[in-house]
């Protein structure tokens, strides 16, 4: 009851009003009207009451549904290992989890036992997850991201900008332009060509999934920390954890601290969405289009 009685003076505070408004929708109008600076500096007097940790952490989707504290969650691995199960009704429960001899670390590390123990077919599913903290003690706009994530949406992002550029000379030039005189042909085959693009990319795209994934959870771990503004000025911060290993040695509740241990160079990340990419739009311009 303290937070909440807290949280609505703060609330009237940087917004007027807030706590007298009769609907949703008038608060909702409320927040529209402010600043971004004004809405900036509300969100990081609210997240001094709503984090976590030594860096006041929070994810903020809902999905994630936290049953417990992130405090007692002993990594960002078993975090993920119990929302994966959540996900997956026909998987076994965490609880009933052991490990595989022969897939077992032969060191006897913590972090070899965790390893260890990860499902069957387990996957990441920290996509890009809005997480909001303080980092270097100011508040900034977070997404958290495995690598396989991180490079596959960004991979796909570039194939979308190659395929624009597709139009409207290319492709018709590879497919012989005297079978699509009219503006009609050429609207209909655009059509057609986004149609099978989509379709055989989201193939390409779970393909490259799996094999991605294998390939990073080979690796030693890393971390990698980027920062910019958004469009109203914003601090914001995208962090990546490599692999599995990675994922296990960041503790919720001293995130940053554990990024940063690890962190590399992102040229490693560019240099993976360019390969993906590139290899993909191979695979494209070998289907004929």
């Keep these: 009851m303290l937070v909440e009685r807290l949280e609505e003076r703060l609330y009237d505070y940087y917004l007027p009003g807030y706590s007298l408004a009769h609907s949703e ?52 691995l078993t975090l993920d290992i119990a929302h994966w199960h959540q996900q997956q009704p026909w998987s076994v429960s965490p609880h009933l989890i052991h490990s595989d001899p022969s897939n077992a670390h032969s060191s006897n590390s913590p ?112 971390t990698y920390i980027i920062e910019y503004t958004d469009q109203n000025g914003c601090p914001c911060v995208d962090f990546i954890c490599k692999n599995n290993t990675a994922l296990s040695m960041v503790r919720p509740s001293h995130f940053v601290e554990d990024m940063q241990q690890m962190a590399n160079s992102a040229q490693y990340l560019d240099f993976e969405v360019q390969q993906l990419a590139a290899e993909i739009e191979k695979h494209c311009r070998e289907q004929g289009w």
């Design 111 to 222: 972090t070899s036992r965790m390893m260890s123990a990860v499902p069957p077919h387990y996957i990441n599913l920290y996509d890009g997850e809005p997480i909001r903290l303080f980092y270097h003690s100011y508040f900034v706009y977070g997404q958290f991201y495995s690598a396989l994530h991180y490079i596959l949406q960004h991979a796909k992002q570039a194939l979308e900008t190659w395929v624009a550029t597709r139009y409207p000379y290319d492709l018709l030039k590879d497919l012989h332009p005297e079978q699509f005189d009219s503006l009609h042909d050429h609207d209909a085959l655009k059509t057609y060509f986004h149609h099978q693009y989509a379709e055989w990319v989201t193939e390409q795209y779970l393909n490259a999934m799996f094999t991605l994934n294998e390939h990073l959870n080979l690796q030693t771990a890393a």
């Design 25 to 76: 929708f008038e608060r909702q109008r409320l927040w529209e009207q402010a600043c971004p600076e004004t809405i900036y500096q509300l969100n990081a007097e609210l997240q001094l009451l709503r984090g976590e940790g030594a860096d006041k952490l929070s994810f903020t989707r809902p999905q994630r549904n936290m049953s417990t504290s992130l405090n007692q969650c002993p990594n960002l």
